[in-house]
């Protein structure tokens, strides 16, 4: 019993906690029970909060290893990954398209209707039809944009009227008067909005008439499709001629599209190559005398509803 009494006594010792039992273990004695008790209450808060954050698991990226009550290093900063955004630009005057992916079409004079299908299963992919005044049997009718478009084929508008042919026929009026009916001609179809007109410059102008009548007939252009709109441009401006009257116009911002036409003795027909559309040789397909052209991924194509 003198045995038993003295283990209990042992037992009930100031300051032995199971933390520090364990710690200490059972032969420690009193000294690290006794000397826990007898520090002030902050002391003691003190240290049990250390021992509290020593427990605390290691962060996740923390390095593997024995543990450490210092925090673990930072990890080296990453790079910023920063979103960039295209300029509205970009797009709007794209590089040339590689030979090997321009889209075949053709441009005619005549209605095509009864021959959409025929194009269509040929690989043709766009058909440029004529905007002109008065009821020519060039110009495109709505059912003909309707026929056009069942058969998955884009549409392309050119203006043309009387004959472009030479510098006597261009002004800065005549232009307005131009821009104006070639606006109220793609409603009557229903061409959308922020698509272009190509207006033809059907001769190889010098460069005093491209740097003169010419450049006034265009800007006219753009005033009559812009008062036809009632203010709003629904319609962009393209340029139909030769490699120098294409280079002219879309670096001079008079045309946001160019076509070149297939006359390669005309000025600048090699040297050009910004062009959308390209005017290739003209040859009968589908019973009808077409002109093959060939396009880059941006060349104003357009379908109806």
């Known amino acids: ?24 273990g059972a032969n ?23 021992k509290s954050r020593a427990r605390r698991p290691a962060p996740l990226n923390a390095p593997m290893g024995k543990p450490t009550r210092k ?8 790079p910023a990954f920063v979103e960039i955004q295209l300029e509205p630009t970009a797009a709007a005057n794209p590089a040339p398209v590689p030979v090997g992916v321009l889209s075949p079409g053709l441009d005619l004079s005549v209605n095509s209707t009864e021959q959409v299908a025929c194009f269509a299963a040929a690989g043709k992919q766009f058909v440029s039809r004529y905007y002109s005044r ?29 004959s472009p042919t030479n510098a006597g026929y261009f002004s800065r009026a005549k232009g307005v008067a131009d821009g104006t009916e070639a606006h109220r001609r793609a409603t009557e179809i229903g061409q959308p909005t922020n698509t272009p007109i190509y207006f033809a410059v059907d001769y190889d102008a010098s460069v005093a008439d491209v740097r003169g009548a010419v450049s006034e007939y265009f800007r006219g252009v753009a005033e009559g499709l812009g008062a036809a709109g009632s203010g709003a441009f ?26 070149l036409a297939q006359s390669s ?30 396009a880059v991924a941006q060349y104003g194509g357009f379908r109806v509803t």
């Open 265 to 294: 003795g005309w000025r600048g027909f090699g040297a050009f190559k910004n062009w959308n559309i390209k005017q290739g040789a003209t040859k009968s397909l589908c019973t009808l005398d077409v002109d093959l052209d060939s």
């Open 1 to 24: 019993m003198a045995k038993q009494k003295k283990r209990m006594m042992k037992r009930d010792k100031p300051g032995r906690g199971p933390s520090v039992a364990k710690k200490g």
């Open 71 to 78: 925090p673990a290093r930072k990890p080296a900063p990453q």
């Open 134 to 162: 008065g009821k020519k049997p060039k110009i495109i009718r709505r059912a003909e944009a309707l026929a056009i478009t069942q058969a998955q084929m884009n549409i392309v508008a050119v203006w043309e009227d009387g």
């Open 28 to 50: 420690s004695g009193s000294g690290r029970g006794e000397k826990v008790a007898q520090m002030p209450a902050t002391k003691v808060a003190k240290r049990a909060a250390q």
């Open 234 to 259: 629904r319609y962009l401006v393209g340029g139909y001629g030769s490699g120098a009257v294409c280079e002219w116009l879309l670096t001079h911002g008079l045309a946001t599209f160019t076509w």
